[in-house]
Nanobody, 127 residues
């Protein structure tokens, strides 16, 4: 069992930058594909970014590509989401998720593949 705890969410202005962090407790963090998802009020949870456990491949939603960067520090059991040029439409609860040793056919953008989820951290971008 692993626990994920997000931090870093807060109220910012459009154009600002913000970094979210997700710390994992438990076993073998390096064997987890880690993802960030977000959910705005009244909307479904959407994929934001993911960092594959094997090979270090990263994935991004088109809406954040070029503005957000996902990274991980396995020595700290932590995954980060650096968010630049924030827009009001980025306002959402951001969730960290972990997929332990994903199936070969699993795709990191698919929320149903993830085994563990954090409680979420609120990011609000004012215009």
């Amino acid at each position: 069992q692993v626990q994920l705890v997000e931090s870093g969410g807060r109220l910012v202005q459009a154009g600002d930058s913000l970094t979210l962090a997700c710390v994992a407790s438990g076993r073998a963090f390096s064997r987890y594909t880690m993802g960030w998802f977000r959910q705005a009020p009244g909307k479904e949870r959407d994929f934001v970014a993911a960092f594959n456990w094997s090979g270090g491949t990263t994935f991004y939603a088109d809406s954040v590509k070029g503005r957000f960067t996902i990274s991980r520090d396995n020595s700290k059991n932590t995954v980060y989401l650096q968010m630049n040029s924030l827009k009001p439409e980025d306002t959402a609860v951001y969730y960290c998720a972990g997929d332990y040793l994903p199936r070969p056919t699993a795709h990191p953008t698919d929320s149903s593949e993830y085994d563990y989820w954090g409680q979420g951290t609120q990011v609000t971008v004012s215009s």
